[in-house]
Structures are given as structure tokens and as C-alpha cells.
């Protein structure tokens, strides 16, 4: 059993900046390994379905952004410390939402939401 644990979620006014991160752990020993999974953010607003937001390989080579947020969001990844982040710059209210740390072996199941592991969310608000 994977665990994933966001943080960093807040109010922030537009323009503001925020960096999430996630924590994965497991509860008991097992093979996996962090490193062999391709992470994620995706993100859900009041009244809308959860989207895709950013990717990043189980390498931390290749990156992968949703439009809107190309430009002012970035994922990045510790593998040494179980660690995925979210910067995220020009922040704007459509931004305004629970973001979900997600995780999948399969690059294609991540971003098409089919993930293996998910996190519980934190709240991003963005207003004045």
C-alpha cells in the first residue's frame, strides 16, 4: 500500500506563488520503488471534473504541462527523498482548487487520470 501526502495548499492572492509537495510512503515493505514511478498533479475545482495539471517521468527527465498552466506551473522530483513538488508562479483564481498528488508505472494510465496511487488533496485558493 502506497501513501501519497500533500502539502503545502493555502490562499494566496493572484500573482502570488505557491509550491506544493508530496510525501510517498509505504505502510509495509514491499518492492516498490519511487523511482520507477511516473508522478503527477491533477487537480479538481467546485462543480468540475478533476483534471490533469503536470507530469513528470520516473527519471525526472521529461515534463508535461497542461495549457493553462504551461509557463507559470513546474514539476520537479527528489527520488532520493520519495519527494514530487509543484511550483507554482502567476497564479490566477481559475486556479482555485483541491490538487491531487498522483502516481502510475504507466506514463499514458497518469495522465489519462488512471492512476495507481493518489494522495487525499490540498486546497489551492486563489483571491483577494
Known amino acids: 500500500q502506497v501513501q501519497l501526502v500533500e502539502t503545502g495548499g493555502g490562499l494566496v492572492q493572484p500573482g502570488g506563488s505557491l509550491r506544493l509537495s508530496c510525501a510517498a510512503s509505504t505502510y509495509t515493505f514491499s518492492d516498490f520503488s519511487f523511482s520507477d514511478i511516473n508522478m503527477g498533479w491533477f487537480r479538481q475545482a467546485p462543480g468540475k471534473e478533476r483534471e490533469f495539471v503536470a507530469g513528470?517521468?520516473?527519471?525526472?527527465?521529461?515534463?508535461y504541462y497542461e495549457v493553462s498552466v504551461k509557463g507559470r506551473f513546474f514539476i520537479s522530483r527528489d527520488n532520493g527523498e520519495n519527494m514530487v513538488y509543484l511550483q507554482m508562479n502567476s497564479l490566477k483564481p481559475d486556479d482555485t482548487a483541491i490538487y491531487y498528488c498522483a502516481g502510475d508505472s504507466n506514463w499514458g494510465q497518469l495522465v489519462a487520470g488512471v492512476n495507481d496511487y493518489w494522495g487525499q488533496g490540498t486546497q489551492v485558493t486563489v483571491s483577494s
Open positions: 513528470i517521468d520516473w527519471s525526472g527527465t521529461n515534463s
